[in-house]
C-alpha cells in the first residue's frame, strides 16, 4: 500500500524539517516490521516562503516531491497541486507543524483495512504542552453548536451533548468515534473517496476547506472517524497570527462561504450575521487586549515618572525659590513630558521594555537619555533653562520609578519581570550523553538557559517530575535522537496528568544534528534574534529608510559628540564613520555584498558574544536572516548596544 503526505509550507522551515524527521523516521520504522508493505511518498508544496524552507528541503530531503510556488496560493489551491499528483490507495494532508509517532502511519493504514466505510480519518492531537487538542473531533457547525462556541459556554459545559456539540464533548477523547468534520492538521482520506468527493474546494484561501471538504466526505456516503489509537503533537498557530484583521477576514470570508453553501434561506441569514457580530466582536476585543498590553507598562512609567517631576519642581520652586509660581505653566505641559519621552525612548532603544527585563538595559539608556538633554539644555537660551538641578533630580526619580515599577511587577511573579539574578531558564535535558552534551553546548552559544541536570535514560513521568521539582526546573528539553515521539508523548503526557505537578513547564524537542530548539508555540535557534515580519533589505521602501536612519543617527552622533566621544573605545574612528555612514559611503548595519554598503557594524554585533568568537557560518546565517528580515528596530538596536564603540 502507498501513502501520500502533502505538507503545504509557509515560512516554517524550523517546524517542517522537525515534521519531515518525524515522518522518515516512522518510514524506516515501518520497513523494520516484518512483511510491512506500506510506502511513502512526500509532497511538499511551498507557498513562497522566503525563509530557506525551499533550500532546506532541498538539501536536507531531496526525496521529497517538492513544489516551489512563486506566490502564496493558499491552503486549498496548494493541496490540489499534490494532490493531483499523488499515487497513493491513502493520501494525508499533514501540517508542517506537526510531529507523528512513529506508528502512526502503519495504524491508520490497518484502521483503513478493517473500516471500508471510513473515508476520512482524524488522530488524537496534543499541543506542545502535553494537553489534548479538542480540535481532534468537531461537530457539524451548526449555528447552535457555533453560538455555544463563540459565547464560550463550551467551556463551562465541555462534555454537554448539545452545549458542546461543536466539539462533540460527550465523546470520549480515548475513544474510536465516528465525527462530522476533521481538522485539516492530519486529515487522511482514501483514494475511493476522494475519487468520489473531489479535490479540496479553492473558493477558500485559508480556514474553512477542511470544515467543506470533511462534510463533502459525509455527503458522498462515507464515514469520517475520530481514532486515538495514535497521536501526534500539533504547534498550533505558527503560520498565521490568530486574532489579527486579515486572520479575522479570511477566517469570516471562508465561513461566509460554508453557510451560502449549505445553509439556506432565514438561516443563512441569521447564521451569518451571528457569525459577523461574533468573530468581529472577539477579534476587536484581541486587539484592544494587545494595544492595552503594549501600551499599559510604557503609560504607568509615563504617569509615575511625570508626577515625581511635578512633585520635584513644586518642592524646589517652594524651598529654593520661595515661590510655589515660580516656573511657567508650559514647563509643566510641554517641557516636563518631552524631558519623559526622550528618557523612555532611549530606554526603550536599549531594550529596556524587553522581556526578560534587564536592570542594565533601563540603566544605560537612561543614561544616555540624561546626556543628550543635558547636551540640549546647554543649547538653550537662557531664558529657557529652567533649571539644571531639577532635570538631573527628575531624570533620576524617573530611573528609580522605572525600576521600582519592574521590581514590583517582579514580586508579583509576573512573566518577563524577574529580576532576580538567577532568572535564566533552569532545563533539564533528556537524551544520551552523547547528544546531550550537543544540546548542552548549543543552549549555552544562545545563552537563553541554565542547564540543571541531564538525565541520560528514560525515565517514567514521577522520576522526571520529581526531577522537575528537585531542581526547580522551567524547561525540560528531550532529544529526539535518543527518545521516539511516542516516548516524548508519554512524557509529556503523564506528566500533564499528574497531581500536584509543577506548573509552567514548558516542553521542548531538539532534532537530530540541528542547531534549532522547537517548543509551544516557539523556537529558539541560533538565527532567531528577531521576531518579525519577512521584509528584505533591498527593497525600495526599506533602503531608503535605511538611509534616512544612517542620516538622522549620524548627525545626532556629532551633535551629541562633546559628551559621546570621550566614553569611545575607538575615538580616533568616531568622527571618521559618522562623516562615511551620513555621505552613504558606509552604512551602520550592513553585511557582505548583497547591494548593500559596507557596515560599520554587522548583525553579529548584536549577540553578546565577541563576533570574533562566533564561527564563519553562525555569522553567515546571521547575515543572511538579516537580509530577510530586516527592520529599522533592528539597525537601531545594534547601533545603541555599539554606541561606546562607533
Same mark, same amino acid.
Request: glycine share 6%.
Given at each position: 500500500?502507498?501513502?501520500?503526505?502533502?505538507?503545504?509550507?509557509?515560512?516554517?522551515?524550523?517546524?517542517?524539517?522537525?515534521?519531515?524527521?518525524?515522518?522518515?523516521?516512522?518510514?524506516?520504522?515501518?520497513?523494520?516490521?516484518? =512483511?510491512?508493505?506500506?510506502?511513502?511518498?512526500?509532497?511538499?508544496?511551498?507557498?513562497?516562503? @522566503?525563509?530557506?524552507?525551499?533550500?532546506?528541503?532541498?538539501?536536507?530531503?531531496?526525496?521529497?516531491?517538492?513544489?516551489?510556488?512563486?506566490?502564496?496560493?493558499?491552503?486549498?489551491?496548494?493541496?490540489?497541486?499534490?494532490?493531483?499528483?499523488?499515487?497513493?490507495?491513502?493520501?494525508?494532508?499533514?501540517?508542517?507543524?506537526?510531529?507523528?509517532?512513529?506508528?502512526?502511519?502503519?495504524?491508520?493504514?490497518?484502521?483503513?483495512?478493517?473500516?471500508?466505510?471510513?473515508?476520512?480519518?482524524?488522530?488524537?492531537?496534543?499541543?506542545?504542552?502535553?494537553?489534548?487538542?479538542?480540535?481532534?473531533?468537531?461537530?457539524?457547525?451548526?449555528?447552535?453548536?457555533?453560538?455555544?462556541?463563540?459565547? =464560550?459556554?463550551?467551556?463551562?459545559?465541555?462534555?454537554?451533548?448539545?452545549?458542546?456539540?461543536?466539539?462533540?464533548?460527550?465523546?470520549?477523547?480515548?475513544?474510536?468515534?465516528? @465525527?462530522?468534520?476533521?481538522?485539516?492538521?492530519?486529515?487522511?482520506?482514501?483514494?475511493?473517496? *476522494?475519487?468520489?468527493?473531489?479535490?479540496?474546494?479553492?473558493?477558500?484561501?485559508?480556514?474553512?476547506?477542511?470544515?467543506?471538504?470533511?462534510?463533502?466526505?459525509?455527503?458522498?456516503g462515507f464515514e469520517n472517524y475520530y481514532f486515538p489509537e495514535t497521536r501526534i503533537i500539533h504547534y498550533k498557530g505558527e503560520s498565521t497570527k490568530r486574532g489579527s484583521m486579515n486572520y479575522v477576514y479570511t477566517f469570516y470570508n471562508a465561513m461566509s462561504i460554508f453557510v451560502k453553501r449549505y445553509f439556506s434561506g432565514r438561516n443563512a441569514k441569521f447564521f451569518n450575521l451571528l457569525l459577523h457580530l461574533a468573530i468581529w466582536g472577539r477579534a476587536t476585543l484581541a486587539w484592544m487586549k494587545r494595544v492595552l498590553q503594549t501600551i499599559a507598562l510604557p503609560a504607568v512609567d509615563f504617569a509615575v515618572a511625570y508626577m515625581g517631576f511635578w512633585g520635584l519642581k513644586q518642592l524646589w520652586a517652594t524651598y529654593w525659590a520661595s515661590n510655589v509660581n515660580y516656573y511657567p505653566p508650559q514647563y509643566t505641559l510641554l517641557v516636563i513630558p518631552l524631558y519623559i519621552v526622550l528618557l523612555m525612548l532611549c530606554s526603550w532603544l536599549y531594550g529596556g521594555y524587553q522581556k526578560p527585563v534587564r536592570v542594565m538595559r533601563i540603566v544605560k539608556g537612561m543614561a544616555v537619555g540624561t546626556a543628550m538633554l543635558l547636551v540640549f539644555y546647554s543649547l538653550l537660551n537662557e531664558s529657557q533653562r529652567y533649571s539644571r538641578a531639577l532635570l538631573l533630580l527628575g531624570c533620576g526619580w524617573t530611573l528609580v520609578s522605572s525600576l521600582g515599577i519592574r521590581g514590583l511587577l517582579s514580586l508579583l511573579h509576573r512573566p518577563g519581570f524577574d529580576l532576580r539574578p538567577q532568572s535564566l531558564r533552569r532545563c533539564i535535558i533528556v537524551g544520551g550523553k552523547e547528544e546531550a552534551a550537543r544540546v548542552r553546548q548549543l543552549y549555552e552559544s544562545l545563552g537563553c538557559a541554565r542547564i540543571v541536570n541531564i538525565i541520560d535514560s528514560l525515565p517514567d513521568s514521577q522520576k522526571l517530575n520529581d526531577t522537575i521539582h528537585i531542581y526547580r526546573a522551567d524547561e525540560v528539553i528531550f532529544c529526539s535522537k535518543d527518545l521516539s515521539v511516542q516516548q516524548i508523548i508519554d512524557l509529556m503526557t503523564d506528566l500533564s496528568q499528574l497531581p500536584g505537578r509543577r506548573q509552567q513547564?514548558?516542553?521542548?524537542?531538539?532534532?537530530?544534528?540541528?542547531?534549532?530548539?522547537?517548543?509551544?508555540?516557539?523556537?529558539?535557534?541560533?538565527?532567531?534574534?528577531?521576531?518579525?515580519?519577512?521584509?528584505? @533589505?533591498?527593497?525600495?521602501?526599506?533602503?531608503?529608510?535605511?538611509?534616512?536612519?544612517?542620516?538622522?543617527?549620524?548627525?545626532?552622533?556629532? *551633535?551629541?559628540?562633546?559628551?559621546?566621544?570621550?566614553?569611545?573605545?575607538?575615538?580616533?574612528?568616531?568622527?571618521?564613520?559618522?562623516?562615511?555612514?551620513?555621505?552613504?559611503?558606509?552604512?551602520? @548595519? =550592513?553585511?557582505? =555584498?548583497?547591494?548593500?554598503?559596507?557596515?560599520?557594524?554587522g548583525p553579529e554585533h548584536a549577540l553578546s558574544a565577541q563576533p570574533k568568537y562566533l564561527s564563519p557560518e553562525l555569522k553567515q546565517r546571521l547575515h543572511l536572516r538579516y537580509l530577510r528580515n530586516y527592520k529599522i528596530a533592528t539597525d537601531l538596536q545594534i547601533l545603541a548596544k555599539n554606541i561606546f564603540n562607533i
Open positions: 500500500m502507498l501513502l501520500s503526505i502533502v505538507i503545504v509550507n509557509y515560512n516554517v522551515k524550523y517546524f517542517l524539517e522537525q515534521c519531515l524527521e518525524s515522518v522518515y523516521n516512522s518510514n524506516l520504522a515501518l520497513h523494520e516490521a516484518p =512483511g510491512e508493505e506500506l510506502q511513502l511518498e512526500v509532497f511538499v508544496v511551498d507557498n513562497a516562503s @522566503v525563509d530557506g524552507s525551499v533550500e532546506m528541503v532541498r538539501e536536507k530531503y531531496p526525496q521529497v516531491h517538492l513544489i516551489a510556488n512563486q506566490a502564496n496560493v493558499g491552503f486549498a489551491r496548494a493541496n490540489n497541486q499534490a494532490l493531483r499528483q499523488c499515487r497513493g490507495d491513502l493520501m494525508l494532508l499533514l501540517n508542517p507543524d506537526t510531529v507523528v509517532e512513529h506508528d502512526t502511519f502503519s495504524k491508520c493504514a490497518d484502521f483503513y483495512a478493517t473500516h471500508p466505510d471510513c473515508g476520512g480519518l482524524a488522530v488524537k492531537m496534543i499541543n506542545g504542552e502535553g494537553t489534548y487538542l479538542k480540535e481532534s473531533k468537531r461537530g457539524f457547525p451548526t449555528p447552535a453548536a457555533s453560538f455555544y462556541k463563540m459565547s =464560550g459556554l463550551v467551556r463551562l459545559f465541555p462534555h454537554s451533548r448539545r452545549i458542546a456539540a461543536y466539539y462533540m464533548g460527550h465523546l470520549s477523547d480515548d475513544e474510536t468515534n465516528p @465525527v462530522d468534520i476533521l481538522p485539516g492538521a492530519y486529515l487522511m482520506i482514501s483514494r475511493k473517496a *476522494l475519487e468520489k468527493v473531489g479535490l479540496l474546494d479553492e473558493s477558500y484561501f485559508m480556514y474553512g476547506e477542511d470544515i467543506d471538504f470533511s462534510w463533502r466526505i459525509k455527503l458522498a513547564v514548558e516542553y521542548k524537542i531538539v532534532p537530530s544534528e540541528s542547531d534549532f530548539i522547537i517548543g509551544s508555540n516557539s523556537i529558539n535557534s541560533t538565527e532567531d534574534l528577531y521576531a518579525e515580519e519577512l521584509h528584505t @533589505v533591498v527593497s525600495p521602501l526599506n533602503r531608503r529608510n535605511k538611509r534616512l536612519l544612517d542620516m538622522a543617527t549620524s548627525l545626532l552622533l556629532i *551633535l551629541l559628540s562633546p559628551i559621546l566621544f570621550w566614553f569611545q573605545g575607538r575615538k580616533r574612528l568616531y568622527f571618521v564613520h559618522c562623516w562615511q555612514v551620513l555621505t552613504g559611503r558606509k552604512t551602520w @548595519v =550592513g553585511t557582505r =555584498g548583497h547591494e548593500t554598503r559596507p557596515g560599520i557594524f
